[in-house]
């Protein structure tokens, strides 16, 4: 069975300005089996050029900018596809102007259809502006709802999410996030995916770190999902969330052989059920939940909203 991969980056194949160890074997049997996969941010600030660059200086080669679909390129599908003669007032950076310049959106500081929020700072010039355009009729939409995004495993930034609920307490107008968990974002993304494999893959599989974004999205998209421990989820808070990853794995190390190999490993051999021994000969648990204990205080709310 072909299987095409859809991809998250920070937590998956990097971490600060890290490569994850295994994360260039993985892209390199990726290549060499012609095994179609597609990087997905829900970072709209870099273009795909920067990540292609990006991911290069951190060691792994052979990528161009057709390997990545970011936030930005789904907030300018959506418009293009939805209303393509729209204008927008835009909060972000060079990753959203250059998607929206490429889709012919134009910039509109008087009366836009929809102020756009993206990532990057945003000054309280271009809040206050962007306040007017909503009180006058524009339309919320943000490229992405993450509240904050984790810039070394000490710090965090303010994401879109964050800059997008000042808007929307502000003005008392509700805003549409577009990115992951977005199942538009799943759906552009399969479609590219396809495109760029000139076929469609049999089974699409995400791998991602984040279960309010990747493993959620791909839950509701009819995805199967991987989860893997090298970002912003522990092992022991799987067990907080309705919906479950198919297999958890140490590192997208994990799955190189099963990419050169093409035979999908056991999910029992996963590391999320290495240890749980057999179910009465039934694979899995009646109800993911029963098999975590844990429940724990959040230090805070979880990325997204
Ligand atoms: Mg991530």
Not at 56 to 68: D, E, P, Q, R, V
């Amino acid at each position: 069975m072909k299987t095409g991969y859809l991809i998250d980056m920070d937590g998956v194949i990097y971490r600060e300005n890290n490569l994850i160890p295994g994360a260039a074997d993985f892209v390199d049997a990726m290549i060499s089996t012609s095994t179609p996969f597609l990087f997905l941010t829900n970072n709209s600030a870099p273009t795909p050029e920067d990540l292609a660059v990006r991911l290069k200086h951190l060691g792994i080669h052979g990528l161009s900018a057709k390997h990545f679909y970011t936030s930005a390129l789904n907030t300018a599908d959506f418009l293009g596809e939805t209303d393509p003669d729209c204008t927008v007032f835009v909060i972000g950076e060079g990753g959203l102007l250059a998607a929206l310049h490429e889709r012919k959106i134009a910039s509109d500081a008087i009366q836009p259809r929809y102020v756009v929020v993206g990532e990057g700072a945003a000054t309280m010039e271009r809040l206050a502006k962007a306040h007017e355009c909503v009180e006058r009729g524009a339309r919320l939409l943000a490229t992405n709802p993450d509240n904050w995004c984790p810039v070394s495993s000490e710090k965090t930034r303010p994401g879109a999410g964050a800059t997008a609920a000042f808007l929307e307490s502000s003005t008392g107008r509700c805003a549409y996030y577009l990115g992951k968990p977005n199942g538009y974002m799943f759906y552009r993304a399969r479609r590219k995916l396809a495109e760029l494999a000139l076929t469609d893959p049999e089974q699409v599989v995400m791998i991602g770190d984040t279960m309010e974004t990747d493993i959620r999205g791909a839950f509701e998209t009819g995805l199967q999902s991987l989860l893997v421990l090298t970002g912003s989820t522990k092992f022991e808070d799987v067990g907080d969330y309705v919906y479950q990853p198919t297999r958890i794995l140490q590192s997208v190390a994990d799955l190189v052989g099963e990419i050169k190999t093409g035979k999908p490993s056991d999910r029992l051999n996963s590391f999320g059920f290495s240890d749980r021994g057999s179910n009465g000969g039934k694979y899995g648990h009646r109800h993911q939940t029963d098999i975590f204990t844990f429940h724990k205080p959040r230090p805070r709310p979880a990325m997204t909203k």
